[in-house]
């Protein structure tokens, strides 16, 4: 059976065996798209779930932060345009004045986005009005960040001064991906430190299921001391369910912990088990990777990204749903050879001092990480030149924990065959190659599901 493949930029055709079994991404939902956008936020400002209206609790005088997702969040909806005005409205409403309001980016330790950048998102208007008070959150500025304590495990809770001293925080949560994204990660990663973020962010905890979720579970004991220290009432959350990448289905409003027990009661309603997909695991686990990671926007992959992060992690969700121990991934891209070292600073020593030492994630993490994080050239550039945070580009190695379910991963139609072999994978010309070579592993009868992976392209 020939099948077309995604293959970085553009899709390329392979002959696969006629058995193949064909698996969709999940990327989009069964959920119908909502009709008028603004309307929706505004039903969700105005009618929240467990909160009286946003106009409601505020008041002439109150500071108020605004905070959002940044750019790297992979919806590619008008959210942002869209539902800021609507709560910029609901703000005046209720008697807060522009000059009391701080719109803040939400970057955690992906890079800082220019205003022209931001006004991608937000719409010029918006960037134009509140120039002097948008900001980006720097999880490195001794001045801007207060510890409010920590949590039974000792997890320290450090978050953006801002949150801290305005009246109320209105977060915009504008996408909410399996059980990953959304609930307290919003303030709680996307406004913390570093050592905030380490107790969670780690190969094993970080987890994109919608039960019995590791990161979630301190994540909302760090939101508890969040509420202990500033009240229940200071944060007013937002949080969007996407009907695929391109549109909305559903925008909740309210208490963190409301918004997000009904996003996921709703996302289980239509997201099956990845293991379910299957009636039995399956030898081989065959995809195409787009040229696209949610850390190129504005800029553009590097082997890092695109053969680790996006190639097994966000992409790689399928190996342990579908594959049996020991299974062959194969995975079709391009792979160019080409860094960013402007906005992905530490990515290029990672690759060439980090990866020859180790390709396991958790001695990685151990032996280079904090090194990374005490890095002064880096954390400058994290600071002033809008590059990520050093310890990202360590982060982005945590995919490789695949490797201990996969038996091997083979890489289709790399430019450059030495780049997935230095990443410690295995290169073939084409996909048809590949499937030869684990063929040879796993017998003439071996099952190979396809998973079909849309295109994509990067914020730009």
Same mark, same amino acid.
């Given at each position: ?41 505004? &039903?969700? %400002?105005? =009618?929240?779930?467990? +909160?009286?209206?946003?106009? *409601?609790?505020?008041? @002439?005088?109150?500071? $108020?932060? #605004? ?57 010029? &208007?918006? %960037?134009? =009005?509140?120039?002097? +008070?948008?900001?980006?959150? *720097?999880?490195?500025? @001794?001045?801007?960040? $207060?510890? #409010? ?70 994540? *909302? ?8 220290? #500033? ?80 190639? #097994? ?148």
């Amino acid at each position: 059976m020939r099948e077309e493949l995604v293959f970085g930029d553009g899709w390329i055709t392979a002959e696969l065996p006629d058995d193949t079994i064909s698996v969709g991404s999940g990327v989009s939902l069964p959920l119908e798209p909502v009709e008028d956008l603004a309307d929706a936020y505004r &039903e969700a %400002v105005d =009618r929240p779930l467990d +909160r009286p209206p946003l106009a *409601d609790q505020v008041w @002439p005088g109150a500071t $108020v932060t #605004l905070a959002f997702d940044d750019p790297t969040v992979p919806c590619y909806a008008p959210a942002w345009a869209e539902a800021v005005p609507v709560i910029l409205d609901a703000l005046t409403r209720g008697g807060v004045r522009d000059e009391d309001v701080t719109l803040l980016c939400a970057n955690a330790l992906h890079r800082k986005f220019t205003h022209h950048e931001l006004g991608g998102l937000l719409g010029e &208007e918006v %960037v134009r =009005r509140f120039a002097r +008070r948008l900001v980006c959150h *720097d999880a490195e500025d @001794p001045e801007g960040i $207060v510890h #409010l304590g920590s949590t039974v495990e000792g997890h320290p809770v450090e978050v953006n001064r801002l949150v801290t001293e305005s009246d109320l925080t209105v977060y915009l949560n504008c996408s909410t991906t399996r059980g990953f994204s959304g609930g307290w990660k919003s303030v709680c990663v996307g406004l913390a430190t570093y050592r905030s973020i380490r107790a969670h962010h780690d190969p094993d905890t970080m987890s994109m299921s919608l039960d019995s979720n590791r990161m979630h579970e301190i994540l *909302d004991r760090m939101g508890a001391v969040v509420e202990d220290q #500033l009240g229940t009432e200071r944060i007013f959350k937002l949080e969007t369910v996407l009907a695929n990448p391109l549109q909305v289905h559903r925008v909740l409003g309210g208490s963190v912990r409301a918004t997000r027990d009904d996003v996921l009661d709703l996302l289980r309603a239509h997201q099956p088990p990845r293991r379910d997909l299957v009636d039995e695991p399956v030898d081989v686990v065959l995809y195409g990777v787009p040229d696209w990671s949610p850390y190129a926007a504005y800029s553009f992959t590097n082997p890092i990204l695109s053969l680790i992060s996006t190639g #097994l992690g966000y992409l790689g969700g399928m190996i342990e749903a579908l594959g049996k121990p020991g299974c062959t991934v194969i995975m079709a891209t391009p792979c160019p050879d080409r860094w960013d070292d402007a906005r992905h600073p530490s990515y290029r020593e990672v690759w060439e001092r980090v990866l020859p030492e180790t390709r396991d994630p958790y001695e990685a993490r151990e032996r280079f990480e904090p090194e990374l994080a005490a890095r002064e050239d880096y954390v400058r550039r994290y600071r002033t030149g809008f590059g990520f945070h050093p310890v990202h580009a360590i982060m982005a190695l945590y995919p490789l924990k695949r490797l201990r379910h996969a038996g091997r991963i083979v890489v289709a139609g790399a430019e450059d065959p030495g780049i997935p072999r230095h990443a410690g994978f295995e290169a073939a010309p084409t996909v048809e190659d590949a499937l030869d070579a684990a063929r040879e592993i796993h017998g003439s009868g071996m099952r190979v599901a396809l998973v079909r992976y849309p295109p994509a392209v990067n914020r730009a």
